[in-house]
Nanobody
Framework: QVQLVESGGGLVQAGGSLRLSCAAS????????MGWFRQAPGKEREFVAA????????YGADSLKGRFTISRDSVKNSLYLQMTNLKPEDAGVYHC??????????????????WGQGTQVTVSS
């Protein structure tokens, strides 16, 4: 069993930056692709970015490219999301997840077997 705990969310002004972290425990996630998803109030969960087990192959939502960067540290068993030039529409609860059946980055939430509780990101205009 894998436990995922996100941190790093908070309140930031538009144009600001945040770095989200996701710490995994219970077992190593080095053999799983990992991803970030977000959900705003009243909206469906949205794919943000994913990274493969090699730590180099990434896949991100087209609308977020150039602003969001995903990375992972297999030694620390952790996942990160660097967010820059944040906009009010980026607000929501950000969840990290582990894709237990894939080593390549994938955007489909149904393929992720482990989820964290999420961290809140609020962007003021």
């Amino acid at each position: 069993q894998v436990q995922l705990v996100e941190s790093g969310g908070g309140l930031v002004q538009a144009g600001g930056s945040l770095r989200l972290s996701c710490a995994a425990s219970g077992r190593t996630v080095s053999s799983y692709a990992m991803g970030w998803f977000r959900q705003a109030p009243g909206k469906e969960r949205e794919f943000v970015a994913a990274i493969g087990t090699n730590g180099a192959t990434t896949y991100g939502a087209d609308s977020l490219k150039g602003r969001f960067t995903i990375s992972r540290d297999s030694v620390k068993n952790s996942l990160y999301l660097q967010m820059t030039n944040l906009k009010p529409e980026d607000a929501g609860v950000y969840h990290c997840a582990a894709a237990t059946k894939s080593r390549s980055p994938i955007p489909w939430a149904s393929d992720y077997g482990y989820w964290g509780q999420g961290t809140q990101v609020t962007v003021s205009s």
